[in-house]
């Protein structure tokens, strides 16, 4: 199968496309045949040498990627919840080896859930490791519900156009960031008001929020904590970027934490019952074949990509 590995941490020209053998399904897993797959900033990173290098450093080849969508071609033991033919997606093996980069991936059948029949495989696969950071962070680590008031910086990005759309499902009045060129699509997405990050500081015209959700950690993090009220909550996603984070937090009497999506079936499977009813939806910017998958990387890392850029094995 064509495959791109990592020939050493550094620019986008160390991913190099090749042949490697087809993964064989052990206990637990499916092998899925790859027809989309999506690139997230935590791609870049590992590739130069942060993210999850740590976690990979001993794997030989390291094959980048977590987010896949597909058709199953193969069921290992012990696997009832999905058969050959089924269409799927998911975020495999995170924090770990997704090995995503691939033609055919073996993936844990506990982190898959059956594709919505009414999207695409490129929009099934935007909507895995994104969909679930914006999931995992407002429902199970922040409890959003009904009437709460929130911010989403990068609220045009990849997390961030999730959030928002999780956000007013669950019932909140949010306020999303972005640059004034993306301020329709952000309102589109059903957020109540918009700032332009680039002509207005935030802590000038918000405040008394229950909630904001951090996509760029650093100073920002200082300034969010100025509009969220005492007992209010922040998380920051971006790693390496929350020294001090829970003690300036404690200070002003907010919760305020850095946390790591996980692989979870059970929440996809949710995610794909709100992408079936059209509750949520994908934002593909961008489809780049495999072989120019050095492009799809460079993209997302100029760090203005609006929703989400798709590779096709």
């Keep these: 199968m064509k495959a791109i590995v990592l020939s050493a941490p550094g620019s986008a020209e160390q991913l190099r496309l090749t042949e490697l053998p ?16 999506s690139i997230n900033p935590v791609d870049i990173k590992t590739r130069n040498g942060k993210g999850m290098t740590g976690r990979l450093k001993d794997e030989n080849p390291i094959i980048l990627g977590w987010d896949i969508s597909g058709i199953v071609t193969a069921v290992g ?26 033609e055919y991936v073996a993936a844990p059948a506990a982190h898959l859930a059956l594709k919505p029949d009414n999207i695409t495989h490129e929009e099934a696969a935007a909507a895995t490791l994104a969909a679930l950071t914006a999931w995992q ?20 990005g990849g997390v961030g156009h999730y959030a928002v759309q999780i956000a007013k499902y669950l019932g909140a009045h949010v306020t999303g ?5 993306n301020k329709e699509f952000v309102l589109g997405l059903g957020a109540d008001a918009h700032i332009d990050y680039k002509s207005q500081r935030f802590e000038e015209v918000t405040g008394g929020l229950d909630f904001v959700l951090d996509a760029f950690g650093g100073d920002m993090i200082e300034r969010s904590l100025e509009v969220i009220r005492p007992g209010g909550s922040l998380i920051t996603l971006p790693t390496g970027a929350v020294e001090g984070l829970t003690e ?15 692989s979870n079936g059970k929440d996809m499977a949710i995610l794909a019952d709100l992408l079936q009813k059209g509750i949520i939806k994908s934002h593909v910017s961008q489809v780049f074949p495999l072989a120019e998958i050095a492009k799809a990387h460079e993209q997302v890392e100029t760090g203005r990509t609006v929703g989400k850029v798709i590779v096709r094995p």
């Design 22 to 37: 087809t993964p064989a399904a052990q206990e637990g897993e499916v092998i899925v045949q790859v027809k989309a797959l």
């Design 77 to 102: 033991a012990n696997v009832t919840a999905f058969k050959e033919g089924d269409a799927v997606f998911g975020m495999v093996n995170f924090p770990g080896h997704g090995k995503a980069y691939a």
């Design 137 to 156: 962070a407002l429902v199970t680590h922040a409890a959003i519900k009904s009437g709460d008031k929130m911010l989403v910086h990068a609220a045009a």
């Design 177 to 181: 960031t972005s640059s004034a060129a």
């Design 248 to 262: 300036k937090s404690a200070a002003k009497g907010i919760n305020g934490y850095h946390f790591m999506v996980s």
